[in-house]
T-cell receptor, first 118, second 116 residues
Framework: KAGVTQTPRYLIKTRGQQVTLSCSPI?????VSWYQQTPGQGLQFLFE???????NKGNFPGRFSGRQFSNSRSEMNVSTLELGDSALYLC?????????????????FGEGSRLTVL | AQSVAQPEDQVNVAEGNPLTVKCTYS??????LFWYVQYPNRGLQFLLK??????LVKGSYGFEAEFNKSQTSFHLKKPSALVSDSALYFC??????????????FGQGTTLQVKP
């Protein structure tokens, strides 16, 4: 079974530009969440999508947005890039619990998209 | 506020010795607790989790963790460290317990260095 796939793996942008990152979850996983990882702030939750709907949102400005398609693939977009947006952006997918079963919450992460803003 | 703390930025241990990576948490209700590992330039890999039941949980690669409710801790342990265990380790908590898979609160991470 293929893992979580993120594209592109590396990209360089300049301030003011925008960027779109893509994530393909593990087949059958309908929940996709995004995290930003930086040396200073660590791992911070951006948002989570389930069945094409945003279910949770972290404390990030509106420049950060995302969406999920009917095949569960997800994209996140950052507009008007700032130097501080340089980070590793990680996508994770998870399998929703069956009805009546506890949800154990294990996430499967992709290898990330490393964004450098110059 | 719900949070996770990993008090050590780095843990150094000799190969063959036992290792402990510390984690304490602050959440309301019953916590779902996790440990993940990250190798350089890679995503995170799940190691183990505590949901309910036995306080000692066993996970991948010989790791285990002990849940202590009174001390609100979930320390990661391994009886005999390997050089290949050297990586960045994250403790995490699911803030709402059941039903919320995608949002985890992570600690700042602890770098484990195992020397031959």
């Amino acid at each position: 079974k293929a893992g979580v796939t993120q594209t592109p793996r590396y990209l360089i942008k300049t301030r003011g530009q925008q960027v779109t990152l893509s994530c393909s979850p593990i087949s059958g996983h309908r929940s996709v969440s995004w995290y930003q990882q930086t040396p200073g702030q660590g791992l911070q939750f951006l948002f989570e999508y389930f069945s094409e709907t945003q279910r949770n949102k972290g404390n990030f400005p509106g420049r950060f947005s995302g969406r999920q398609f009917s095949n569960s693939r997800s994209e996140m977009n950052v507009s008007t890039l700032e130097l501080g947006d340089s980070a590793l952006y990680l996508c994770a997918s998870s399998l929703e619990a069956l009805a009546g079963q506890p949800n154990t919450g294990e996430l499967f992460f992709g290898e990330g998209s490393r964004l450098t803003v110059l | 506020a719900q949070s996770v703390a990993q008090p050590e930025d780095q843990v150094n241990v000799a190969e063959g010795n036992p290792l402990t990576v510390k984690c304490t948490y602050s959440v309301s209700g019953n916590p779902y607790l996790f440990w993940y590992v990250q190798y350089p330039n890679r995503g995170l890999q799940f190691l183990l989790k505590y949901i309910t039941g036995d306080n000692l949980v066993k996970g991948s690669y010989g790791f285990e963790a002990e849940f202590n409710k009174s001390q609100t801790s979930f320390h990661l342990k391994k009886p005999s460290a390997l050089v290949s265990d050297s990586a960045l380790y994250f403790c995490a908590v699911s803030p709402l317990g059941s039903g919320n898979t995608g949002k985890l609160i992570f600690g700042q991470g602890t770098t484990l260095q195992v020397k031959p």
